[in-house]
């Protein structure tokens, strides 16, 4: 197996790390999601505390204690969050800094490919001036 080049292992190195930017970002769409719901079920409880309803009225101090929960467990949805979108931003940036090393190295490589293209073609030309042996040469 022929040795895979600088920029070659580079690309690898950015898909795995675009890989792991998607998984930072479904995780974070995840966590937005249930921050959604439990603010959902905040604004039921809400609602079901204020009625006037009597049914509502006889469970009140469980909905509260449920509300609590709520803002609880919000509060750590937020943190986690953060820490998540931390995280995305990280990988975003270390992506993004391998994509600028690959093509920098991707550049050094065609740069050396057409310098080696060069130097073969002033070699071929200096070949046909040149003799082949010291015995062709004229007095």
């Given at each position: ?30 966590t937005t999601r249930q921050r959604n719901e439990v603010s959902q079920s905040m604004e039921k ?7 006037a309803d009597p049914v509502h009225m006889a469970f009140s101090v469980h909905y509260a204690e ?74």
């Amino acid at each position: 197996m022929a040795e895979k080049s600088r920029s070659e292992k580079l690309k690898r190195l950015v898909a795995v790390q675009r890989h792991l930017e998607r998984i930072a970002e479904n995780e974070l769409a995840d966590t937005t999601r249930q921050r959604n719901e439990v603010s959902q079920s905040m604004e039921k409880l809400i609602d079901a505390i204020s009625s006037a309803d009597p049914v509502h009225m006889a469970f009140s101090v469980h909905y509260a204690e449920r509300y609590g929960r709520l803002t609880l467990k919000d509060q750590q949805l937020d943190g986690i969050q953060k820490l998540i979108e931390t995280k995305v931003l990280q990988e975003r940036t270390k992506a993004d800094r391998l994509e600028e090393h690959m093509r920098d190295a991707r550049e050094l490589e065609t740069r050396e490919a057409d310098d080696n293209a060069v130097y073969d073609i002033i070699d071929q030309r200096f070949a046909d001036v040149t003799p082949a042996s010291s015995k062709v040469q004229k007095p």
